[in-house]
């Protein structure tokens, strides 16, 4: 199978493990990575804000990138950005060709339950206590978890990848859905909201005794280690991808 691997900006540039455990983990699965080496910024931020012109020129040269199309999925590992793509990439003309990058864009933990559907991860080793933190995005938007408010019968593709990892134990917090409070720039606009919800996670993995919180969205755990590491918490924060393929942590 070949994929060409799409890296959020923010996670090639604060990030980068986690892209390199992207890569690894795909290559170890047997997958043919191409990762285009002109990726910028899939337009998500400007978008949210309402800033058309810039998220015109984002998601162009988006586009630009993965116009080639002999690959079967764009494989990302961060569910905002997937949602982004899939579901809200209207800024610029619907050709044929964005119409076909935006429905092979596919997130990291979906293409691994979904489409290779893995059963086992047996290089991989994590004697921990985890908590896991699908964001808002990954829920509602992509559907990799059940949705609480809709009172579907609970799954969590995320649940499931990690507990085929050796040693993970897998803690339920009290509100394992509820936001975490990042939102992008909401965390910019609405600091006090942002800041709290981001302190109400932070405590109900405290309560738990978790050692690791695992998600498949750096940016929500981006947002919760700041908090944490303000709390003096000794809380860590690794993405699944991290996980899955014994590091780089």
Known sequence: ???????????????????????????????????????????????????????????????ENFKDLNFDYIVGPAGSCVKHVKLHMDAIPQTETVTEIRHKTIELVEFLHDVLKIEEFPWADFQHTVAIHNSCSS????????RFEWQEPYFNKTEDLLKKVSGVKVETIDRPQECCGFGGTFCVTDEAVSAKMGQ????????????????????????????AKREKSDLKFVHIAQVLNNGPF
Do not use: W
């Not at 002109?38 to 998220?55: F, I, L, R, Y």
């Open 200 to 227: 109400d996670k932070v405590a109900d993995y405290t309560r738990h005794k978790v050692e690791y919180v695992v998600s498949p969205d750096m940016s929500c755990l981006m947002h919760q280690e700041g908090i």
């Open 139 to 146: 829920i509602r938007g992509l559907h990799i978890a059940s």
């Open 1 to 63: 199978m070949k994929v060409a691997l799409f890296i959020p900006c923010y996670i090639d540039l604060i990030y980068p493990k986690v892209g390199i455990a992207t890569l690894e983990l795909l290559e170890r699965l047997g997958v043919e990575v191409t990762v285009p080496l002109q990726q910028t910024c899939c337009g998500q931020p400007m978008a949210n804000e309402g800033d058309q012109k810039h998220s015109i020129r984002t998601e162009t040269q988006f586009c």
